[in-house]
């Protein structure tokens, strides 16, 4: 097992709770890539139940291999993925599609249906996997779209008609319609001003915590690592070179991580300050922390 993989600590503990964390995504050994080029080389990480995972990497590093991995949307050449505490190399159909149920995804940009209206939207992965009338999925698709902040009469507007901001959550509302114990979440603040990235960070820790959400969050946003990150994991060298809270993130020694935690364009870090991120009750600074203290650039894109 690779040594960077991070163990279960007093600093996890602090976030999780005192007991052993339920890992609701195991991987190990994994090797993955497109045709004859390898991206992922023998990598090995966790998702604990509970917690926002972001993560880092500079461009190829292989962010999105492992999330499309993961998914079963890229096949692996080796390792294993476990996802609920089941072997996907080993589920039956019948067990895979209970699975992907339980998972919901945004992908970057929001990737929304340009054809169809908001509500129509939210009501692809309904009509995939549930037999619903469709009035009991309209209800369903209002009350996801009202879940992420979004104005009833926007449910019957298309993609072209809204807002960046708007178009995020939009696309969270389509990976919520579910009710998903685990999101993925690609990019999600990209392309939003500091304030708009500030109050979608909020909503990804509000949405966390009230639905008790797993959350696998690619982000190159320094502000989003801080504010609402129980953990960060940084591939590298197509491995995860290093997992942990933030503090495990700015003590590495490691080239890449020192350039990007460290770096021109990284917010100034106050050690004082770490305990009054998203995820202890300051999401209402978040707006005002990327104003002072940084407005999330991408240092690796």
Same mark, same amino acid.
């Given at each position: 097992? /690779? ?5 279960? +600590? ?7 709770? /005192? ?6 995504i195991r991987?190990r ?5 497109f #045709?004859?080029k390898? &991206?992922?080389? #023998? ?17 190829g590093?292989?962010?999105?291999v492992?999330? !499309? ?10 390792g294993r993925?476990?996802?609920f505490?089941?072997?996907?190399? @080993? ?5 895979y599609?209970? &699975?992907?149920?339980?998972i ?9 249906? /340009? ?9 692809? =992965?309904?009509?995939e996997?549930?037999?619903l %009338?469709p ?12 879940l ?6 926007a449910?019957?507007?298309y993609?072209? @008609?809204? %807002? ?15 009710? =998903? ?6 990019? =999600?603040?990209?392309g939003?001003?500091?304030i +708009? ?31 609402i990150?129980? !953990? ?11 997992a942990?809270?933030? @503090? ?13 935690f ?13 305990a ?7 999401? +209402? ?6 104003l002072?203290? +940084?407005? #999330?650039?991408?240092?690796? /894109?």
């Open positions: 097992m /690779s040594e960077a993989l991070s163990t279960f +600590g007093p600093a996890d503990a602090g976030v999780l709770g /005192s007991a052993a964390p339920d890992v609701v991987v050994d994994l090797v993955a890539g #045709g004859d390898i &991206i992922m080389k #023998g990598l090995d990480l966790d998702v604990y139940r509970g917690e926002v995972l972001g993560v880092v990497g500079g461009s590093t292989g962010k999105s492992l999330t !499309r991995t993961i998914l079963g949307l890229l096949p692996k050449r080796s993925i476990e996802v505490g089941a072997d996907l190399d @080993e589920v039956s159909e019948r067990e599609d209970s &699975i992907e149920r339980r919901g995804v945004m992908f970057q940009q929001g990737a929304l249906f /340009s054809g169809l209206t908001v509500k129509q939207n939210v009501q692809v =992965p309904m009509r996997h549930l037999d %009338s009035r009991l999925a309209d209800e369903l698709a209002m009350l996801k779209i009202e992420v902040g979004l104005a009833l009469d449910a019957d507007k993609p072209s @008609e809204l %807002s960046g901001g708007m178009i995020k959550r939009a696309a969270m509302a389509r990976a919520l319609a579910l009710d =998903p114990e685990l999101v993925f979440l690609d990019e =999600p603040t990209s939003l001003d500091p +708009g990235a500030a109050e979608f960070d909020e909503l990804i820790g509000t949405l966390q915590k009230t639905l008790g959400l797993t959350v696998f969050m690619v982000t190159h946003d320094l502000d989003s690592l801080y504010s990150c129980d !953990r960060i994991a940084a591939l590298a060298e197509g491995k995860v070179i290093a942990g809270p933030i @503090e495990t993130m700015l003590a590495s020694g490691h080239p890449w991580l020192k350039a990007y460290h770096g021109k364009r990284a917010r100034q870090f106050d050690p004082e300050n770490v009054c991120r998203a995820k202890a009750g300051a999401t +209402g600074h978040l707006g005002e922390a990327r002072n203290g +940084g407005a #999330g650039f991408d240092n690796a /894109s």
